[in-house]
């Protein structure tokens, strides 16, 4: 049999494409069919209408043109006349046009004939038709025999067909074959906007999953590539047999958003949302709203919820709110739960607990978290429990971790312990570092340090300062330095106070101060306990000042000393005492002395005993001799006898 030209051959997959290619191809399909119908009318006036068309096509079919018999049934089939396109694509087969016989087969399967189709598509296929070679391949796969698929495949992607390509890689993936990621390449070179959708997400998360080997961990969704060093080796347009180097990570992310922006050009709502992702993440927010806009409009609920976010961040709450009550009607679990906490932080609780009920509904657990979390701000402890124990069921661990607290909390420490443990192991920080305050309370320091330490390691800022005072306490001042950095880093004022008294205690002794020496510069120390005292930490702060006073910068010593004061610490009270008493504010000096030995400062006392003294004012003096004496230290307390004694005699005398 000869064949003859096939001009239609672009459109003949006609809807068996578009019934088993899915969105992405009836866009390619639909570019096709037009192209065809320039292709085929290329000899008429450009004004010709399709009815003008049809009646040429319609003649010269009349007179046994098989192109024309070829054209006005693929025009008849493309339109869903299946009556009137069959006896003229029978007519232009018989006469041996692949095209018309891909077309027949198109047809019959549309009629529910699908082993006929098969057979005029073998006829086309075997004649050069790569369109029928795609459909015979998904026949075969439809019908569990993926041998007989994969070769027809093959035969319809190697000559360049994009939905051959396409339908071969999603075989090849099926399998985790690595030849699959060369052929969705293939396919999106050519358009398939499904094709550059999934191998945009094949070469993301080569980038972004960790190397393990050749059995590395995919973290992503979309292809699996499994381990595949050569996968782009042998691709259209390589030499055969040459392999292309590995593509770097950066390269791979780079390649992967060409892809991404490829396929959401081309309208694919996930890419879209997957490209406005990568540019929120790089802080290009107007155009990643710019992409999750699109994606929204297009229905993909993510990317409604995702805008929502990138609004509510602008300081747009009230669009915000609309985008996410928009992906929430969609089902989609997150806007409901970002819903929910909107209305709980305007106190609106019942509509709070709607949504989050509503999030639950749609399979997200952090709806039963987040009611639990409802409930308990309103102390309404026995359905907090309850929803917390629903969501930790669920594998929510953090819910594990708040179920063991509030079970803490009631006094049921081996029932909390469990769900701290589970939390805990399922990477909970902050349960790990309530499994050692649990120890702790028990005396067991030595598991108490075990977790402390595991959640130290995953940046828990309290838990670092324990594991850095248990190693001060062991001796170990060099760890301990490594923990107290990484909890004064983290904001620890404890930490960062004790890391400053580590790195005092290493300073030389001050020498006699040399005669117009320039004022000493900050140490690193002093920077800590700075750090410290700015957070409120009044050890810090009364030392601060000693430090500012030695250095005589009075006025930062006294500013440090009154702040550790009027927040309740006595040393604050005493030191700036005595820095107002030698700058002659004795009277005021006096009232802070008073204050610092009312809170139990033996030297202030003392102090105020001498100052009744000089004065005149024996009995007082003798007053606040005694509250020296009790308060101590023994010094003191010995000075202080000595003066009341010497007082008494006056008195007597």
């Avoid at 000869?2 to 088993?20: C, I, P, S």
Wanted: hydrophobic fraction near 45%; proline fraction near 2%.
């Amino acid at each position: 049999m000869v064949f003859m030209g096939d001009r239609a051959t672009l459109l003949e997959t006609g809807r068996f494409v578009q019934r088993y290619a899915g969105n992405a191809a009836d866009e390619i399909i639909e570019a096709a069919a037009a192209a065809v119908a320039a292709a085929v009318d290329a000899t008429t006036a450009e004004t010709e209408t399709e009815a003008e068309t049809e009646a040429r096509h319609r003649r010269a079919a009349e007179q046994g043109d098989a192109a024309a018999m070829s054209a006005l049934g693929a025009l008849l089939l493309r339109r869903g006349d299946l009556d009137g396109a069959e006896p003229y694509l029978r007519g232009a087969t018989a006469q041996g046009d692949r095209a018309a016989a891909n077309n027949l087969g198109v047809l019959l399967h549309q009629r529910g004939y699908p082993d006929e189709a098969a057979g005029w598509w073998r006829i086309a296929a075997v004649a050069g038709s790569a369109p029928a070679a795609h459909a015979l391949g998904r026949h075969h796969r439809e019908r569990g025999d993926e041998p007989a698929a994969e070769y027809w495949l093959r035969q319809s992607a190697e000559q360049g067909h994009a939905l051959g390509a396409y339908a071969l890689a999603d075989l090849l993936e099926h399998r985790s074959d690595v030849g699959a990621e060369r052929w969705l390449r293939a396919a999106a070179e050519q358009g398939h906007r499904e094709a550059a959708y999934r191998l945009a997400l094949a070469l993301e998360r080569r980038a972004t999953a960790p190397t393990r080997g050749p059995h590395a961990y995919d973290t992503g969704t979309g292809l699996r590539t499994a381990a595949a060093p050569d996968a782009t080796a042998g691709a259209p347009g390589d030499t055969a047999g040459r392999k292309k180097a590995p593509t770097a990570p950066k390269d791979s992310l780079a390649e992967a958003e060409q892809w991404f922006r490829q396929a959401a050009a081309r309208g694919h709502r996930r890419a879209a949302l997957h490209l406005g992702a990568i540019l929120e993440k790089r802080g290009e927010l107007k155009e990643a709203g710019r992409w999750y806009l699109t994606s929204a409009k297009d229905g993909e609920a993510k990317a409604a919820c995702a805008l929502g976010f990138l609004l509510r961040d602008a300081g747009d709450e009230e669009s915000a709110a609309v985008w996410w009550l928009r992906a929430a009607q969609d089902g989609d679990g997150n806007a409901a739960n970002a819903l929910g906490a909107l209305h709980a932080a305007r106190g609106e609780h019942q509509t709070a607990e709607r949504w989050y009920r509503a999030a639950m509904d749609a399979g997200d657990v952090n709806g039963a978290y987040n009611l639990g979390l409802l409930c308990a701000a309103q102390e309404r402890t026995a359905q907090a429990e309850q929803w917390y124990r629903r969501a930790a069921y669920a594998g929510h661990r953090e819910a594990a971790n708040a179920l063991a607290v509030l079970l803490l909390q009631a006094g049921d420490a081996n029932g909390a312990e469990p769900w701290f443990s589970k939390a805990a192991e399922a990477g909970s920080v902050d349960a790990a570092f309530n499994l050692g305050i649990l120890h702790a309370g028990r005396d067991d320091d030595r598991t108490a340090l075990v977790w402390y330490e595991r959640a130290a390691a995953a940046g828990h800022t309290e838990a670092a300062l324990q594991v850095g005072i248990a190693c001060l306490r062991d001796g170990d001042e060099q760890a301990a330095e490594r923990y107290l950095r990484c909890a004064a880093g983290g904001g620890s004022a404890e930490a960062a106070f004790r890391l400053a008294t580590v790195l005092d205690a290493r300073r030389p002794a001050p020498g006699p101060p040399a005669l117009g020496a320039s004022r000493e510069e900050k140490s690193e120390c002093e920077e800590w306990y700075e750090r410290a005292a700015e957070q409120g930490h009044r050890r810090a702060q009364v030392r601060v000042g000693m430090l500012a006073a030695a250095r005589g910068d009075v006025a930062q010593a006294a500013r440090w000393y009154r702040e550790a004061a009027e927040a309740g610490s006595r040393n604050g009270a005493f030191n700036l005492g005595l820095l107002l008493a030698r700058e002659g504010g004795e009277r005021e000096a006096a009232l802070w002395w008073t204050r610092a030995a009312h809170a139990g400062h033996g030297r202030a006392a003392l102090r105020l005993a001498l100052l009744a003294a000089r004065r005149g004012e024996l009995t007082e003096g003798r007053r606040w001799c005694a509250r020296a004496v009790e308060l101590g230290p023994a010094e003191v307390a010995e000075r202080a006898a000595r003066l009341s004694e010497a007082l008494h005699q006056e008195l007597t005398a």
